[in-house]
C-alpha cells in the first residue's frame, strides 16, 4: 500500500508496478489505484523465502519504493493456485490432485448482503470447488455496485473505476478462498441487454477493465480468469478483440494462471496459447457416450463442461433437466476425461431472481449432493486423471491397465460380464466396485478376480466371471488391478 | 517442356520455374526436371484468354524462355479445381456443388498393369468421385519402381528421383481425372515398417520430395494434398517437421489446392491456416448419434472421416464391418454436415495382396452402391451443403427452415409423427419423402403437409400428421419446405 496522488484521474495518469525478486525468479505485477489517494501492488510469490520488490511508476511519490518480505510456508488448507497437469487435468502448485467440481452462480457477488451469506452457507455445505461468477453487471443483477462511477447508462465515466466496487469483489473471493473454492472470474458477457451498456464501451476501455481487475485478482491463488460467458452471442465484439483480450490477460497476469473463454454456439478456437483449457458449453457433449471426449481429442487440452444445461424447471430447455440427467452428465464428463459444471434454475411464481444460477441463495436440486459423491471417487481413483482407454469402448474411462470406470448411464443392465478393452496382462487380478451413482453407494464384489485375454480387443475374467447389478439405471462398476 | 542439362544432378543443381501471367493474374509455379535433358514447367491456368509466361532458371539455357498461350473454355465434365465452399462443403471452380464420396485404396497406382486395369474398371462403375492413395511405396505394396534411383534400402540416391516412378504414377492420376475422381494424394505414411527406410530420409529430401511432387502434379486440377496417412504413428518424426511440410505445401503450390493431415490416435491441429479441412480417422464417430458434428464444431472447416473402418471380414477391427454398418456411418457423416470414406478389406487365404483397401482390384462389399443412392439424395438437396439445425436433435440435418433429412440408423420405428426442431414459420408446407437407405428408395407421402409451432422448439404437422414406416433399420425422412 503506497500514498499517492489523488487529484486528476489516477486510473488513466498513474502507472505502477513492481519488481519482485528472489534469486533469479522476478516477477512484475502492475498495480492499481484504490481509491482517497491510495495505491496498492498485490503480490502472489510462489517461493518461500526472502522476496524484495522496488517499485516503478510514472509518479515519483511511488517510484523506486524497496521493502522485503519473508514468504513463510503456506496454511494448513492452501494447496496454491491450480494448474494444468497431465494434459487434460489439473493440479495445485503443491501437488496435490485438482478435480474441479463446479458450480455457476453469475451474480452472486452483486446481491444483498443477506443473499450472500445463503449463498457461502451453501456452498460451505457442498461438495463444489469451483464456481464461475461473473464480473460486470448484468440486466437482472439489480446491483447498485457498478465497476465505473455513475448511476446509469447515460452518465458513466468509463475513464474512471469505482473502488466500491471492487472492495465488495474481493471480499466475495476472499470467502470463496477460505471455503477452498476457486473462482472462474468472467470478464464479459452478453446479458447486458441495454440496461447498463457496458457490452458498448470502446476496446480500450475493455482492456483497461482487464488489467485492473488482474492487478486487484491476480494475486488471489483460486482465481481463474474466463474471458467471457458465452462470447458468440455479444455480437458488438469481433473474434479478433476475443483474441486481443486473450492476448492482454497472456501479457498483463504474471502468473500466468489458467484462462478460457466460454462458448454460445461458436466454439472459440482453444488451441489458442492464451487459453489453459476449454471451456464448453455443450449439454449433448455429455447427454450420451463417446461425445466428450471428442473436444479433448481436438483441443489436447482439459475440457471442463461449462455449462451443459442445469437441473431446474424452466420451461426453457436449457433449465429443465432432472437431477438425474444433470448427474448422469456430470458422469459422462468423467468417464471420458473431462469435467462438469453444475447449476439450478427454477421457476417460482414472478420473482425471477429467484434461482441459484442467477443469484446464488439456497441449492434445491437433488444433484448437488451427487456431485459430491462422485468427487469422492475422482479422490480415490488415480491421481493423474483418466480418460478414455480404448476408441471403441465409449462407455470405459480409466488408465490402461490399472483403473476403470465402466458407466451404465440410463441403461438397467441385471448384470455385466467382466469384459475390458484390451491392455491388462494375463493373469492381472482386479478388485471390482458396484457403484451406484444415484443412491451414492459403492458395494465390493466379494474376492479377487484373475482376468485374461480373449481375441485381439478384450480382457474377460478367468472364470468368465459375472457381476449382478441391480437393473436400476446410473450404474457404475469400478475396477482396479492389483499388483 | 524445355531442353536443358543433363550432367550433373539436376534435381539439386537445376533451379526452374515460370511466371505466368495475365493481366494482374500471376502464378509462378516450380518446375521439375524429367530425365533425359528435359525439363517441364506445368501450368493450370483459372481464367480463359491468353497467357504470357517467362522461365527463371539459375541455368542460362533455362532462363528468359517466353511465350503464350490461349486458354480456352473448359471441355465438358471439367468442372475446374474442387475448394472449400460455404465453410464445411466443397465446390468445384465452375460454381457446381462437389459431394466427396470418397474411397481409399493405398497403393493401386503402384501395382501391375492387369491390376490397376481392374482398379480403373471397378472406379468407372462405382460412385466414387474421390480416391486417398499414396505416393511413397509401403512395406507391402510389392512394386518395382521407387521415387529414388535404386533397389533397395542399401542404395537409394536421395538426391534423385526416378522419373519412370512419376510417370506411372501421373498415368493414374490422369486416368482418374478423365472419370471425374478426385485424387487425395498421400504424401507420408507409417507403412514402411523396415522395408524400404522412406520413413527414415531426412528433412531436407523429404521437403524437396513434396515440391518435386507440387511441381508435377499441381497443375492436374483433380489433386488434393493429403500430407499424411496417420501422420501421428510415423514415429520418426516431430509435431514440428509436420507443421513445416504444410508450410512447404503452402509456399510451394500456388494454387492453394485443397490440403489436410490423416490422423491415427492423435489429432492434428487442424486450425492451422494450411489445413483446408481435416481429415479424421475415427469410425466411432460417425457410429451414433451427435458425434461427427464436434470436429466440425471444434475445426471450423470441412470434415470429411476419411477411415471409419472398412468394410470386410478381417479379425481386426478396423477391418470387419458389415456392409450395413458401413453404409450407416456414411449416412451418420452426411446429416452431421460432413463425409465419409470408404474402403474394403476381405481376407483370402494366405494372398495379403487382395484387398481394395491396399491395392484396388474390385469391389466385393454391399455397401458401395449405397454411396452411390446417398451421392444421389446429397445431389438433390440444397447445393450449399447441410448440416446440423439444432444442437438438441442429433438425428436430423439440413438447412433450418428449407430442407431436413431425419435419419433413424439402426433403429427400426413404425411411425414417425411429423416433428421438426423450430424455425419453420407456422402454416408453411412441406412435402415428405421416405428414404430406405439399404434399399435406396424414396417413397414419396402422398401429398403436402402444413406445419405449425409447437411450444418453444418443436415444429410438428397441424394436424398431427404420422408417417408410417416399414419397422426396418436404416430408413431416413426427407422433408423438403415448400415456398
Redesign the interface.
Known sequence: MLEGPAGGNPFVEVSLSAEFRKGRRVFVPEGFYDGEGVYKVRFMPDEEGVWRYRTKSNKRELRGVTGEFLCTSARAGNHGPVSVRNRHHFGYADGQAYWPVGTTCYGWALKTAVKKRQTIASLRRSPFNKIRMIVMPFAGSRTRLFPFPGKSREDWDFSRFDPRFFHNYERCLRQLMALGIEADVIFFHPYDKGRYGFDMVPHSVNIRFLRYCIARFGAFRHVWWSIANEFDFLRTRKMSEWDSFGRAIAKHDPYGKLCSIHNG?L?Y???QPWITHASIQ????V?????AR??R????KPVIYDEVCYEGNL???WGNLSGEEMTHRFWQGYIAGTYVGHSESWRKGLKRDSSWLGSGGKLEGKSWRRMGFLRRIMEEGPQEGIGPVD??D?CVGGIRGRYYVVYFGWEKPGRWKVDLPRGVPDGARCRIDIIDTWDMKVKPVRGVITLKTKG??HVVGANGEVIRLPRRPFMAIRIRILD
Open positions: 454456439a466454439m478456437n482453444n488451441q455443450n449439454g449433448s457433449a447427454a450420451d457416450f463417446g461425445r471428442i473436444y481429442d481436438c483441443f489436447r420451461r426453457v430447455r476408441g471403441d465409449m485381439r480387443y
